[in-house]
């Protein structure tokens, strides 16, 4: 019998939270769940604090938190409801904690997942901002802590599940690594046809079930993009060692290619319990609930070239880790701020990339813009103001 775990689940509403408490309730024997969080939707944590009662919940500001502390009290509900990041940070680093979920959408978990890293948890990172934004901070956070660390990204668990545990047997007996991409909703579009996009054909992705701003990166490659990042970090891998196919199926959710041309590959349903359950009981496996792969079913696993005329923000991933440290969080920016843009419908799907270019090419980091997590922060807004800028300048 494994060691129960004490869970956070740090974005909790969104649909890896979901998930993860999907795979729980699956499990009571193991888990604990400690704390949850959620940045605005109080009416959905408040019925997840109803069915999971947890020590703790966080919310993003102070006004909801009160109102949802009121709501649980008078349900019965003893709850007690915090607000704001330091408050993340402090479930993050809990003594009583063993395992964090790290499930906050972009830059804006970087500082709770440091605080678990150097707390020394299991962290599973679903946040691959972490790793784009904090690059060699968060790698030595996790080092210094002890954490173990462990992808959520289906692609980057798929890796991981190829690899060996103890890295001596893997390091330089690896080729190069395949990330695979369904292509999204218009891979197989006209590129001078995606002017007009709107966010609502954007978001509907063919294959996966996910948030709003991660299916306009996945509709942008983007989101391929940060992968590349975040696997260069997690793998300790050269660039070029880190590549991309179209694979629209989404049945081989990545690939290791050995020095001797062998390729390891995992393979299931695309379904992110599978790599929720995964993390959460490794090294042991437990069922996720996700269906089982069903090769009577496969009519072909097809594979294609990512196309750099369609998907030209892919490619920044590599132009990022050629440049300065902290290129990368400045790419995500910009990227954050035009993905959210277009949501609001104030630029086109096309503009989403120019911002993002423009961006990188005009702000520069320093050798000193990623020494900290103060540096970072302060670099992240430079690349923010940029980018509100030249949204300005493009608003429809």
Known sequence: MATKQTLVVLGATGSIGVNTLDVVARHPDRFDVFALSA????????QQCLRWKPRYAVL???????????????QGVRTEVLHGPRALAEMAAHPEVTTVMAAIVGAAGLESCLAAARSGKRLLLANKEALVVGGRLFVDA???????????????????????????????????????????????????SLHDVTPEQAVAHPNWVMGRKISVDSATMMNKAL?????????????????????????IHSMVVCRDHSVLAQLGTPDMRVPIAYGLA?????????????????????????????????????????????SSAVLNAANEEAVAAFLDGAIRFTDIHRVNLETVESVRPGGADSASMADLLALDERARRQARGLIQGLKR
């Open 60 to 74: 993003g500001e102070a006004p909801a938190a009160a109102g949802l502390q009121r709501r649980l009290r008078e």
């Open 227 to 251: 992968e590349v990042i975040e696997a260069h970090w997690l793998f300790d891998l050269a660039p070029e060692q880190v590549r991309v196919v179209i694979h629209p199926q989404s049945v």
């Open 142 to 192: 996790v080092k210094a802590g002890g954490a173990t660390l462990l992808p959520i990204d289906s692609e980057h668990s798929a890796i991981h599940q190829c690899l060996p545990e103890d890295r001596s047997r893997w390091a330089g007996h690896i080729d190069h690594i395949v990330l695979t991409a369904s292509g999204g909703p218009f891979r197989s579009r006209a590129p001078d």
């Open 39 to 46: 940045q605005r939707r109080a009416d959905l944590l408040e």
């Open 282 to 326: 490794y090294p042991q496996r437990v069922a996720s609930g996700a269906a089982a792969l069903d090769f009577g079913s496969l009519q072909s696993l097809s594979f294609e070239p990512a196309d750099r005329e369609r998907f030209p923000g892919l490619y920044l991933a590599w132009d990022a880790l050629a440049g300065p440290e902290g």
